[in-house]
């Protein structure tokens, strides 16, 4: 217990300086960090402003409220020593300080195979079906499917496992005491029954839209494959795929309408390599090593829910991408040079870079910095 006292700890002064304060857990543990003076800190390679300043502050009061919250609603809190820290997320880049798990959380282990099942808010009715179906019979076979719990497709991905009796995994873009969308209370519900919710992101936390790409990396770290039902061209869902194929996974399209701007991004996964899906064997065949069973579900019915909306990008957003690749026209930045510059909170920049490097408006060079595409100058 007195351990994650100190990772929450420094959890919470790390903030938006993840990158500096990753530095130093590659040398010292939580408590060390705790028990060092700021000039020790310094010398430690802190960067001096808001991390040092913030690591420096040992008041413990805040972590003790957070445990003292969890250990109120039976809330597990992880941190990477920890025996319950999903051991896949150890191997990413910038994994989790903590992870709140709320559900039946035992029952997700790191035996069982999982996949992520993962599209479009606005899907639709087609991709609706086809993520029920594929969730459904994954699950039927004993596999955990692992998704958002946003609109569209994640939704029907978790309710096919439900259905089928099944685990699911809903990786949440603000805290576990939270549901977003609020439609999906219900929901919910019925994933902690025989699964869980899970996020890094503290209790109260609003579901802010910089933190769903720091979601998406969770989603395709736990999953040993992904399965991406409808994309567009530039999307979460995209920055799901391209991380994971940076963390080495099985990355797997269903192909789609060539005319729908929902298919664009499948289709072109499945050009550039992705396994394409047209049925729950095309998945199964690409992890041997893993034992399915083949339990007795009845068949589940017709019962796909109507296609969702998402909100569409707002002025600011459209704003924030404009400032940035000003910023960034001549001179490679990091996310924390851009958004010294421009005001913008780092979670917010983080974002947008992701984005414009998908997009092909940004390139992403060493020492994480970021620089406009020189044909675009």
């Known amino acids: 217990m007195e351990n994650i006292l100190y990772w929450l700890w420094f959890s919470f002064a790390a903030g938006k300086q993840r990158v500096s304060a990753n530095r130093l857990l590659e040398i010292f543990s939580p408590e060390q960090i705790y028990k060092m003076s700021k000039e020790e800190l310094r010398r430690a390679g802190a960067e001096e402003g808001e991390l040092l300043d ?10 003790e409220t957070e445990l003292a919250i969890a250990n109120k609603y039976n809330i597990q809190l992880v941190c990477p020593d920890d025996e319950k820290y999903p051991e896949d997320l150890r191997n990413i880049d910038d994994p989790p300080y903590v992870i709140y798990r709320r559900g039946t959380s035992d029952e997700t282990g790191d035996d069982r ?4 099942i993962v599209g479009s808010r606005r899907a639709s009715e087609y991709g609706l079906k086809i993520a029920y179906e594929l969730a459904f019979e994954l699950a039927k076979r004993g596999i955990v499917i692992v998704s958002g719990m946003a609109t569209g497709i994640d939704s029907a991905a ?3 496992a439900v259905d089928a009796g099944g685990k699911t995994i ?3 873009g603000c805290g576990v005491n939270l549901v977003y969308p609020k439609e999906n209370s219900t929901r919910m519900v019925n994933i902690m029954k025989n699964g869980e919710v899970m996020s890094e992101f503290p209790f109260d936390t609003p579901p802010y839209k910089w933190n769903f790409p720091q979601r998406n990396r969770m989603i395709s770290g736990l999953a040993h494959g992904v399965i991406v039902v409808e994309a567009e061209e530039i999307s979460g869902t995209a920055i799901t795929a391209k991380l994971a194929l940076e963390q080495g996974k099985e990355l797997f399209a269903v192909p789609g309408n ?6 664009v991004g499948t289709n072109r996964l499945i050009k550039n390599g992705a396994y394409m899906v047209t049925c729950v064997d095309d998945v199964l065949e690409q992890f041997d090593g893993f034992e399915f069973e083949n339990n ?3 068949e589940y019915e017709e019962n796909i829910k109507t296609a969702y909306t998402e909100p569409q990008e707002s002025g600011d957003e459209v704003m924030a991408e404009k400032i940035i690749l000003d910023t960034i026209r001549v001179d490679a930045l990091t996310t924390e040079e851009i958004s010294a510059k421009t005001g913008l909170d780092l979670p917010q920049v983080n974002s947008v870079v992701t984005l414009l490097e998908i997009s092909g408006l940004a390139d992403a060079l060493p020492g994480h910095k970021y620089i406009k595409t020189s044909k675009l100058k």
Request: a neutral charge; aromatic letters at 0%; glycine letters at 4%.
């Open 54 to 63: 913030a690591l420096s502050n040992k008041d413990l009061k805040p972590s």
């Open 113 to 116: 195979l999982r996949i992520a």
């Open 158 to 160: 978790h309710d096919g």
């Open 170 to 172: 809903a990786v949440l």
């Open 258 to 263: 060539i005319n729908s701007p929902n298919s």
């Open 296 to 298: 007795d579900t009845p």
